[in-house]
């Protein structure tokens, strides 16, 4: 019993120790999170109940009109980034102050959510005192948000004053539209103007952030063998595009698949007698007979990295492997980009361990970098050649991209704040 007490005083001691390294003004800071909070949660409830799946341009749009006016009250100059019409997507919402204090920042998210309207509605819900449900509660209008949140309490303290800080939420960042070079040429030259980026995709939990992303990227395999009676198959006849095509995905996974943080995989496989492929809806159908070797074989993947190197030496591998034929067939493949990688740096690592101090600061624990090969590829990574990064500062929760998605409002105060102090520290 002594030796539990013991441990909780020194507990106490230890968080009141980091709670006395935060100024005053830090402190104010503080306390204006908790002011707002009920209207952080209200703003966050009206946007999660508009549905803005990729595809819904008005719906997009009405959530980056709902925080534009947020924005602009705290002073930002906002604009409104419309994208071409044959990109089929809204735009971008972008809001910006400039001045000459501290690092110029650049901060990351997006407005649009998987959820598209044909879906099943998930309205905000409240599951119990903390946890709330709702569509991109957490992936990432609970990210936005934040974003929000943040600048609002250091707005009210006087300290968006003669600092440099960029919001841009993206459009589209779940299905980028093609070419990437208009879709995100803007957003590449905005943030070539910064010194730091920081985006709020979902946080793994209060002790984990991201110095580094996958990329991803696509591949087709085709593949053709010659028709034939399945009497004739491995001889006179040859192998047939489906084997074959079975032969080069069985290489790729024998070759390449112990590489730390490479992944690739193939999502659909067509073959058959009779292959029709459509490119644009990604899908296709086909037709067979056992009794007929298969002559055309298409399959879909795709392929994630963590440096452009490793996407190339992967791309070689899987190249060599594609030329190796079987009897009677030929195979080709092809490859699309589509987001490049956020490697690891020291500039990245070193602004996790600003979080880190802020987060002892604020008596919340020790921050640390967490794995590359659990997060996806994301709009960060856009600019990750550019400038000193840092993803995962957002809302935390569960179930992203998935019905039922949650985010955890205990650690949602607190985020809040940690990034509220880390944006005045880094201005300063």
């Given at each position: 019993?002594?030796?539990?007490?013991?441990?909780?005083?020194?507990?106490?001691?230890?968080?009141?120790?980091?709670?006395?390294?935060?100024?005053?003004?830090?402190?104010?800071?503080?306390k204006s999170v908790d002011a707002n909070m009920a209207s952080t949660l209200q703003l966050l409830k009206e946007?999660?109940?508009?549905?803005?799946?990729?595809?819904?341009?008005?719906?997009?749009?009405?959530?980056?009109?709902?925080?534009?006016?947020?924005?602009?009250?705290?002073?930002?100059?906002?604009?409104?980034?419309?994208?071409?019409?044959?990109?089929?997507?809204?735009?971008?919402?972008?809001?910006?102050?400039?001045?000459?204090?501290?690092?110029?920042?650049?901060?990351?998210?997006?407005?649009?959510?998987?959820?598209?309207?044909?879906?099943?509605?998930?309205?905000?819900?409240?599951?119990?005192?903390?946890?709330?449900?709702?569509?991109?509660?957490?992936?990432?209008?609970?990210?936005?948000?934040?974003?929000?949140?943040?600048?609002?309490?250091?707005?009210?303290?006087?300290?968006?004053?003669?600092?440099?800080?960029?919001?841009?939420?993206?459009?589209?960042?779940?299905?980028?539209?093609?070419?990437?070079?208009?879709?995100?040429?803007?957003?590449?030259?905005?943030?070539?103007?910064?010194?730091?980026?920081?985006?709020?995709?979902?946080?793994?939990?209060?002790?984990?952030?991201?110095?580094?992303?996958?990329?991803?990227?696509?591949?087709?395999?085709?593949?053709?063998?010659?028709?034939?009676?399945?009497?004739?198959?491995?001889?006179a006849g040859g192998y047939g595009a489906i084997y074959e095509a079975a032969r080069i995905l069985n290489e790729?996974?024998?070759?390449?698949?112990?590489?730390?943080?490479?992944?690739?995989?193939?999502?659909?496989?067509?073959?058959?007698?009779?292959?029709?492929?459509?490119?644009?809806?990604?899908?296709?159908?086909?037709?067979?007979?056992?009794?007929?070797?298969?002559?055309?074989?298409?399959?879909?993947?795709?392929?994630?990295?963590?440096?452009?190197?490793?996407?190339?030496?992967?791309?070689?591998?899987?190249?060599?492997?594609?030329?190796?034929?079987?009897?009677?067939?030929?195979?080709?493949?092809?490859?699309?980009?589509?987001?490049?990688?956020?490697?690891?740096?020291?500039?990245?690592?070193?602004?996790?361990?600003?979080?880190?101090?802020?987060?002892?600061?604020?008596?919340?624990?020790?921050?640390?970098?967490?794995?590359?090969?659990?997060?996806?590829?994301?709009?960060?990574?856009?600019?990750?050649q550019y400038l000193d990064c840092l993803d995962g500062l957002g809302a935390s929760g569960k179930g992203a991209?998935?019905?039922?998605?949650?985010?955890?409002?205990?650690?949602?105060?607190?985020?809040?704040?940690?990034?509220?102090?880390?944006?005045?520290?880094?201005?300063?």
């Amino acid at each position: 019993m002594k030796k539990r007490l013991f441990y909780a005083l020194l507990l106490f001691v230890l968080t009141k120790t980091h709670a006395q390294t935060l100024s005053k003004i830090e402190q104010d800071v503080l306390k204006s999170v908790d002011a707002n909070m009920a209207s952080t949660l209200q703003l966050l409830k009206e946007s999660v109940n508009i549905n803005s799946g990729t595809f819904n341009v008005k719906g997009v749009k009405a959530v980056a009109d709902m925080y534009a006016k947020e924005l602009r009250a705290l002073g930002f100059t906002v604009e409104w980034l419309a994208l071409p019409d044959s990109l089929k997507r809204a735009g971008h919402l972008v809001a910006y102050k400039k001045g000459k204090k501290g690092k110029k920042l650049f901060l990351i998210g997006h407005l649009d959510t998987v959820f598209e309207p044909d879906m099943p509605p998930n309205p905000f819900t409240m599951l119990n005192d903390s946890t709330a449900t709702g569509q991109g509660v957490n992936d990432m209008k609970g990210g936005d948000v934040m974003m929000i949140a943040a600048m609002k309490a250091l707005q009210q303290n006087g300290l968006l004053d003669d600092v440099s800080i960029t919001i841009y939420m993206t459009g589209d960042e779940e299905n980028a539209g093609h070419p990437r070079e208009v879709s995100r040429g803007d957003f590449i030259a905005r943030a070539k103007q910064h010194n730091i980026a920081l985006g709020y995709e979902t946080a793994v939990g209060m002790g984990l952030v991201a110095t580094a992303r996958r990329g991803a990227s696509g591949w087709q395999l085709t593949v053709e063998g010659k028709q034939g009676h399945s009497s004739g198959v491995f001889a006179a006849g040859g192998y047939g595009a489906i084997y074959e095509a079975a032969r080069i995905l069985n290489e790729f996974r024998e070759t390449l698949s112990t590489q730390p943080y490479l992944t690739f995989n193939p999502g659909l496989f067509l073959g058959g007698s009779e292959v029709n492929y459509h490119e644009h809806s990604q899908s296709g159908e086909a037709a067979g007979k056992t009794n007929i070797i298969s002559p055309k074989t298409v399959v879909l993947g795709d392929l994630r990295f963590l440096s452009e190197e490793q996407k190339e030496k992967a791309r070689d591998t899987m190249r060599q492997i594609v030329a190796r034929n079987l009897a009677g067939t030929k195979a080709s493949i092809s490859f699309q980009d589509g987001i490049p990688s956020m490697p690891p740096t020291k500039g990245n690592e070193n602004l996790a361990q600003w979080v880190n101090q802020v987060s002892l600061d604020l008596g919340y624990g020790e921050v640390k970098a967490g794995n590359p090969g659990s997060r996806g590829a994301g709009d960060i990574s856009y600019v990750a050649q550019y400038l000193d990064c840092l993803d995962g500062l957002g809302a935390s929760g569960k179930g992203a991209h998935a019905p039922g998605e949650t985010i955890n409002l205990n650690e949602y105060p607190k985020l809040i704040k940690r990034s509220a102090i880390l944006i005045y520290r880094l201005t300063r």
